[in-house]
């Protein structure tokens, strides 16, 4: 049975407040969306993810779908998002529909979810109401609610693939949600554990909630670098995937980018996982010359295989000369670019040593750097 998940992304979320819609604005080092996608990623029975985006943010798609997620714009209303995003799925299996505003969702909830749908056709997460409810009219309490039976909804959503489609299709106006549209078919829905951190960012004030939710839960890593090479013959230095003019070159295996070896071994500190000589072995002849954004791309790839995100990089130079302020921009804009970073998560700066010691001399380069990696 293939279970597929369905994000549904294309709101604007107004209420939420802020310069971009809620799902692009960014909660404890990623986007409230890339949290929602990772919780899915890390789900052990889901096979695909696809997505479903307003049509305004499709620029954003290629990204995702080179990450081999399936994207769709969205409709005129949640019920014509979530058609859109159905279409995309096989014709039978399982589906979770899942809002992406709710980035602080539990494996333990979308797992009952998957387990209910082992038998039964439907099944969503829900949560006992238990605080008192009021009736209103305008600012008075103008009543009581019973609250017996009462259960807030969540998501993710799950049915069988047939059944949401025809429900879909056979469904007029706009719905509160997928269960909605479901049992309007006149099919049953069964009621899994909701989880009270399971919250849909609505206000503003939510991000802080979520923030304090994923910051207690996440696996976060630190990893530091640290590297030399000496001068050499030749006329320009290779730093940070930038040539710069130079009276001498650097000595190295490959083409000697100190700021990048040293970038590449704080990631592989991060994940535990050695050093560039362990994986690019200097004895190899192949790696003669190779261009270091080799290595780079190679530790972010362990990375990201590893369910971890990079967060951000800080790189620092030691040496006399060249000097480094001039190019450090464009040092940061190919770092950020090769690392799939903004550039203001990618600092990269120099100092001296006062003129002491083999830096000192003008016998080389030195580096360090620190990598932070985030797994949800």
């Known amino acids: 049975m293939t279970i597929s998940a369905l994000v549904v992304a294309a709101g604007r979320g107004t209420r939420a407040g802020g310069d971009l819609p809620k799902q692009w604005q960014r909660i404890a080092g990623r986007s409230v969306l890339e949290h929602t996608l990772a919780a899915f990623r890390a789900a052990p029975r889901v096979d695909r993810i696809a997505l479903v985006l307003h049509p305004d943010d499709m620029d954003r798609a290629e990204a995702f779908r080179r990450e081999g997620i399936d994207v769709a714009p969205g409709g005129a209303d949640r019920a014509a998002s979530v058609r859109a995003g159905l279409a995309l799925l096989p014709a039978t299996g399982k589906v979770l529909i899942h809002d992406a505003a709710r980035c602080c969702v539990s494996q333990a909830v979308i797992a ?13 997460p829900g949560l006992p109401v238990t605080d008192a409810l ?49 049992r309007a078919a006149g099919h049953p829905v069964a009621i899994t554990r909701g989880d009270a951190d399971n919250i849909k960012i609505t206000t503003p004030g939510d991000f802080a909630r979520a923030a304090r939710l994923l910051e207690g839960r996440m696996d976060i890593r630190t990893g530091n670098g640290f ?3 000496a001068f050499g013959p030749g006329d320009h230095v290779t730093l940070c995937g930038v040539r710069i003019p130079h009276d001498r070159g650097l000595v190295g295996h490959s083409d000697a980018d100190v700021g990048m070896h040293t970038v590449t071994d704080a990631i592989y500190g991060a994940l535990a996982m050695g050093d560039i000589g362990q994986h690019f072995p200097p004895t190899e002849p192949q790696w003669k010359g190779a261009a270091s954004e080799i290595f780079l ?33 464009e040092m940061r804009r190919v770092m950020a670019g090769l690392l799939g970073l903004e550039e203001s998560r990618v600092s990269v700066k120099a100092t001296t040593s006062e003129r002491l010691g083999f830096t000192g001399r003008g016998e080389g380069i030195a580096c360090m750097a620190t990598a932070t990696l985030v797994k949800p």
């Not at 998501?155 to 719905?175: M, S, V």
């Open 297 to 329: 791309r190679h530790a972010a790839t362990l990375a990201s295989d590893a369910g971890f995100a990079l967060t951000h990089v800080d790189c620092t130079l030691i040496c006399e000369t060249p000097k480094i302020g001039p190019h450090a921009p």
């Open 134 to 182: 009021w009736r209103s009219e305008g600012a008075q309490v103008a009543g009581t609610q019973d609250r017996d039976n009462l259960v807030a909804a969540q998501t993710p959503q799950g049915f069988d693939l047939a059944l949401i489609r025809d429900a879909h299709r056979q469904y007029d106006g706009p719905a509160a949600d997928d269960v909605a549209v479901a």
């Open 227 to 229: 590297d030399v090479h």
């Open 112 to 124: 009952d979810v998957i387990a209910a749908l082992d038998t039964c056709d439907a099944a969503a």
